[in-house]
T-cell receptor
Framework: TQLLEQSPQFLSIQEGENLTVYCNSS?????LQWYRQEPGEGPVLLVT?????EVKKLKRLTFQFGDARKDSSLHITAAQTGDTGLYLC??????????FGKGTSLLVTP | NAGVTQTPKFQVLKTGQSMTLQCAQD?????MSWYRQDPGMGLRLIHY?????ITDQGEVPNGYNVSRSTTEDFPLRLLSAAPSQTSVYFC?????WGAGYGYTFGSGTRLTVV
């Protein structure tokens, strides 16, 4: 199992602030995905990145896949209370399985 | 609405009991999988299937069985429940297991074994 390390583990910020969360591994992935999970619900896919160096934007969220395809970051601009949740990165190598990091728990307060 | 449906949403079992967690998807997805989510451990893969009639073990398969007789259904069986199987279980499906395809998750089954 390829290990995906997410940092920080917890993050508490005020509305309007910017933040970045990181997902790192020593393994190369063919693709990397980000999910957001709210309490009592299953994770919901935000984005899939497949090319080294790829940058994708989803409104105020910016996702980047590292050049070597071993790491990724998620940047949120002007956070809102609705961004509160658990952010999970997940990497796929050559096999069938999708390996998940342990997540970054984000709390955005008014 | 199209998606992944899991039942039941909550379940309490006594040690040694058996039960089946149901998972159904109506998106004609080829790939289905079961994860368990525990505090501090993240999501860990139990079993997966790349198509009807084909299943394989994930990271933590002990104590669980699966079968896939149809494209739509992928039930997870607990053979003899143990307190260590207390967890939240998620079923997920994907159009394909290829690199560019994301997962659709069900809303989970919260299982407590006493």
């Amino acid at each position: 199992t390829q290990l995906l390390e997410q940092s920080p583990q917890f993050l508490s910020i005020q509305e309007g602030e910017n933040l970045t969360v990181y997902c790192n591994s020593s393994s190369v992935f063919s693709s990397l995905q980000w999910y957001r999970q709210e309490p009592g619900e299953g994770p919901v896919l935000l984005v899939t990145v497949v090319t080294g160096g790829e940058v994708k934007k989803l409104k105020r969220l910016t996702f980047q896949f590292g050049d070597a395809r071993k790491d990724s970051s998620l940047h949120i601009t002007a956070a809102q209370t609705g961004d509160t949740g658990l952010y999970l990165c997940a990497g796929r190598n050559s096999g069938y399985a999708l390996n998940f990091g342990k997540g970054t728990s984000l709390l955005v307060t008014p | 609405n199209a998606g992944v449906t899991q039942t039941p949403k909550f379940q309490v079992l006594k040690t040694g009991q058996s039960m089946t967690l149901q998972c159904a998807q109506d998106m004609n997805h080829e790939y289905m999988s079961w994860y368990r989510q525990d505090p501090g451990m993240g999501l860990r893969l139990i079993h997966y299937s790349v198509g009807a009639g084909i299943t394989d073990q994930g990271e933590v398969p002990n104590g669980y069985n699966v079968s896939r007789s149809t494209t739509e259904d992928f039930p997870l069986r607990l053979l003899s429940a143990a307190p260590s199987q207390t967890s939240v279980y998620f079923c997920a499906s994907s159009y394909s297991w290829g690199a560019g395809y994301g997962y659709t998750f069900g809303s989970g089954t919260r299982l407590t074994v006493v």
